[in-house]
Protein backbone atom coordinates (compact mmCIF):
# COMPACT_ATOMS: atom_id res chain seq x y z
CA UNK A 1 0.00 0.00 0.00
CA UNK A 2 1.26 3.44 -1.12
CA UNK A 3 0.97 6.21 1.49
CA UNK A 4 1.85 10.31 0.71
CA UNK A 5 1.75 12.22 3.75
CA UNK A 6 1.41 15.96 3.39
CA UNK A 7 2.29 18.22 6.56
CA UNK A 8 4.04 21.42 7.40
CA UNK A 9 0.56 23.68 6.35
CA UNK A 10 -0.90 26.40 8.00
CA UNK A 11 -1.84 30.22 8.35
CA UNK A 12 0.85 32.52 7.23
CA UNK A 13 0.74 36.04 6.46
CA UNK A 14 2.10 37.42 2.89
CA UNK A 15 6.14 37.10 2.99
CA UNK A 16 6.24 34.69 5.35
CA UNK A 17 7.76 31.14 4.54
CA UNK A 18 6.41 27.70 5.26
CA UNK A 19 7.93 24.41 4.38
CA UNK A 20 5.92 21.87 3.14
CA UNK A 21 7.34 17.71 3.60
CA UNK A 22 5.73 15.00 2.35
CA UNK A 23 6.08 11.60 3.68
CA UNK A 24 6.28 8.78 1.50
CA UNK A 25 5.41 4.47 2.49
CA UNK A 26 5.17 1.74 0.18
CA UNK A 27 7.13 3.94 -2.66
CA UNK A 28 10.68 4.68 -3.20
CA UNK A 29 10.80 8.29 -3.55
CA UNK A 30 14.19 8.29 -6.00
CA UNK A 31 12.62 6.17 -8.40
CA UNK A 32 9.49 8.40 -8.65
CA UNK A 33 9.02 11.53 -10.19
CA UNK A 34 7.67 13.81 -7.68
CA UNK A 35 5.44 16.60 -7.71
CA UNK A 36 3.39 19.15 -5.78
CA UNK A 37 -0.40 20.25 -7.02
CA UNK A 38 -2.45 22.76 -5.69
CA UNK A 39 -5.75 23.56 -5.74
CA UNK A 40 -7.57 26.70 -4.72
CA UNK A 41 -11.28 26.87 -3.67
CA UNK A 42 -13.41 26.86 -6.57
CA UNK A 43 -10.75 26.63 -9.15
CA UNK A 44 -9.14 23.37 -10.75
CA UNK A 45 -5.98 21.55 -9.13
CA UNK A 46 -2.69 23.32 -10.70
CA UNK A 47 0.83 22.05 -10.98
CA UNK A 48 3.90 23.68 -8.62
CA UNK A 49 6.87 21.88 -8.95
CA UNK A 50 8.40 18.39 -9.75
CA UNK A 51 11.52 16.77 -9.38
CA UNK A 52 12.85 13.92 -11.49
CA UNK A 53 13.62 10.80 -10.27
CA UNK A 54 17.20 11.60 -11.08
CA UNK A 55 17.41 14.16 -8.53
CA UNK A 56 19.09 16.60 -10.73
CA UNK A 57 16.85 17.92 -12.64
CA UNK A 58 13.98 20.42 -11.45
CA UNK A 59 10.79 22.11 -12.63
CA UNK A 60 8.57 25.23 -11.42
CA UNK A 61 5.28 26.83 -12.41
CA UNK A 62 6.17 30.23 -13.65
CA UNK A 63 3.70 31.83 -10.95
CA UNK A 64 6.24 30.14 -8.26
CA UNK A 65 9.90 30.40 -9.96
CA UNK A 66 12.36 31.74 -7.81
CA UNK A 67 10.34 32.05 -4.87
CA UNK A 68 9.71 27.74 -4.42
CA UNK A 69 11.89 24.85 -3.46
CA UNK A 70 11.17 21.33 -4.23
CA UNK A 71 13.85 19.09 -3.06
CA UNK A 72 14.07 15.02 -1.89
CA UNK A 73 16.02 13.36 0.92
CA UNK A 74 16.35 9.82 -0.20
CA UNK A 75 17.35 8.47 3.63
CA UNK A 76 14.27 9.87 4.62
CA UNK A 77 12.22 9.09 1.80
CA UNK A 78 10.80 12.40 1.62
CA UNK A 79 10.14 15.36 -0.57
CA UNK A 80 9.80 19.08 0.54
CA UNK A 81 8.59 21.92 -0.61
CA UNK A 82 10.14 25.33 0.50
CA UNK A 83 7.94 28.14 -0.26
CA UNK A 84 9.35 31.76 0.13
CA UNK A 85 8.01 35.52 -0.04
CA UNK A 86 4.39 33.78 -0.15
CA UNK A 87 1.34 35.85 -1.73
CA UNK A 88 -2.41 35.67 -0.82
CA UNK A 89 -2.95 33.93 -3.99
CA UNK A 90 -0.77 31.45 -2.90
CA UNK A 91 -3.74 29.83 -0.58
CA UNK A 92 -4.67 26.45 -2.05
CA UNK A 93 -4.78 22.72 -0.47
CA UNK A 94 -1.11 21.81 -1.27
CA UNK A 95 -1.20 18.30 -2.55
CA UNK A 96 1.99 15.76 -3.37
CA UNK A 97 2.16 13.53 -6.02
CA UNK A 98 4.38 10.62 -7.25
CA UNK A 99 4.86 9.78 -11.14
CA UNK A 100 6.40 6.63 -12.83
CA UNK A 101 6.36 7.94 -16.06
CA UNK A 102 8.40 11.48 -17.07
CA UNK A 103 6.16 13.35 -19.00
CA UNK A 104 4.12 15.63 -18.76
CA UNK A 105 4.64 16.59 -15.51
CA UNK A 106 2.46 19.28 -15.54
CA UNK A 107 -0.36 17.05 -15.73
CA UNK A 108 -2.03 15.87 -12.97
CA UNK A 109 -3.20 12.79 -14.73
CA UNK A 110 0.72 11.77 -15.31
CA UNK A 111 0.63 10.83 -11.27
CA UNK A 112 0.36 7.56 -10.15
CA UNK A 113 -0.41 8.25 -6.18
CA UNK A 114 -1.48 11.61 -4.36
CA UNK A 115 -1.80 12.55 -0.97
CA UNK A 116 -4.30 14.07 1.16
CA UNK A 117 -3.35 17.29 1.06
CA UNK A 118 -2.62 20.46 3.50
CA UNK A 119 -4.15 23.54 3.37
CA UNK A 120 -1.96 26.90 3.26
CA UNK A 121 -3.65 30.04 3.53
CA UNK A 122 -1.76 33.61 3.32
CA UNK A 123 -3.49 36.32 4.69
CA UNK A 124 -2.48 39.51 3.17
Given at each position: ?????????GLVQAGDSLRLSCAASGLTVSTY???WFRQAFGKERE?????????????YADSVKGRFTISRDNAKNAVYLQMNSLKPEDTAVYY???A???MPLTIPSTYDYWG???QVTVSS
Open positions: QVYLVESGGAMGFVAAIFWSGAGTYCAARSLQGT
